[in-house]
């Protein structure tokens, strides 16, 4: 085989089993997966080298059950950013997508027992802006002109099979704060920057609040129920889930 032909020889997906065109090829430890295939897979995480093509079969059967799963996904609440959170706050399964059609797309659900931990992540950048001279070179200002640029992260930490980290950018427009000279920026003084700022931390407060909700309701669940004297009609009962008196329905504590 002449280095010509290694070249045009056909490449076939080993997951799907279709001849895989010149660009769309997703090379694996041990294989070929053609796009089509590969995107079907978790859009937290990515299949490289790394990885062989049973690893990512498993994966694909994940995903079909994420699907089926899906299906009965109803969510009670949702937190709006650029990326929304969509939650069932009675069993505390939630998924984080930026599409509107999101059951099309499949996003992983996710519950919130697997949440390890939620953190809120700044970056920053700084372009100069520039002046032109009189023969219309570009040229700093005297002294710099600086734009810097924020933008606010959510990081969810998650216990779960194949995501770790689920990391979405809350305003995929970033806050701006203009700086002459050397100085820092003043963040406090920028709507902007405190309004996104505002807008990641709820989501973290918000996710915190339903996770310990459903922790304080299984805890309650869990506790075992002992046998009291109802004050009411004086009968030895075991309060029902509500807390009421099996005889007489007066709640007993
Ligand atoms: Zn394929
Ligand atoms: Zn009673």
């Known amino acids: 085989m002449g280095l010509f032909d290694r070249f045009t020889q056909k490449k076939i997906c080993d997951v799907c089993g279709e001849e895989i065109g010149l660009f769309g090829n997703n090379k694996m430890a041990d294989g070929n997966v053609c796009d089509k295939c590969m995107n079907k897979k978790s859009p937290w995480i990515r299949f490289g080298k790394d990885k062989t093509v049973a690893e990512f079969k498993e994966h694909l059967e994940y995903r079909e059950d994420n699907a089926a799963a899906l299906a009965s996904f109803e969510p009670t609440k949702t937190i709006d950013t650029d990326y929304n959170i969509y939650i069932n706050e009675n069993n505390g399964d939630f998924i984080v997508t930026n599409v509107s059609n999101w059951r099309e797309k499949n996003p992983d659900i996710f519950n919130l027992a697997d949440v390890t931990g ?105 506790k075992p129920r002992e046998k009291v004297i109802c004050p009411v009609c004086g009968g030895t009962t075991v309060p029902d889930a509500s807390g009421c008196c099996e005889w007489c329905g007066s709640p007993v504590g």
Do not use: W
């Open 118 to 222: 939620i953190e809120v992540e700044t970056t920053q950048s700084r372009t100069e802006e520039k002046t032109k001279d009189k023969e219309g070179k570009s040229i700093s200002y005297t002294p710099p002109h600086y734009t810097y640029s924020f933008k606010f992260f959510v990081v969810i930490h998650m216990n779960h099979k194949y995501v770790h980290e689920v990391r979405f950018c809350v305003e995929n427009t970033a806050a701006q704060i203009k700086v002459i000279g050397s100085r820092e920026p003043n963040t406090a003084t920028s709507a902007s920057y405190s309004a996104t700022q505002r807008k990641a931390t709820s989501v973290k407060i918000e996710m915190n609040k339903v996770k310990r909700a459903l922790e304080n309701r299984k805890v309650a669940a869990e």
